[in-house]
């Protein structure tokens, strides 16, 4: 199991992480609070991060960042906007 992209959902106390190795099969679903964010990216191979850019998205981007893993911010959606 080699998990080459981590989708993260941001939220005050809880974090949803949804890992997927590189056929797009889900082979990590994990709630997290923010105490243990770090040390699971921390034992995490480097990959390829994605996640809603919102205030505190940059922060957590940079300390992803230090373990070595790519972080791609990606805007809010808003229900029907279309750009």
Known sequence: MQITTVGIDLAKNVFQIHGADSRGKAVLRKRLR??????LFG?????LVGMEACGG???????????????????????????
Do not use: S, Y
């Open 34 to 39: 923010w105490d243990q964010f770090a040390a």
């Open 43 to 47: 034992n995490l191979p480097p990959c």
């Open 57 to 83: 998205a940059h922060h957590w981007a940079r300390r992803l960042e230090t373990f070595g893993h790519t972080v791609k911010l990606m805007a809010r959606k808003r229900p029907g906007i279309t750009p």
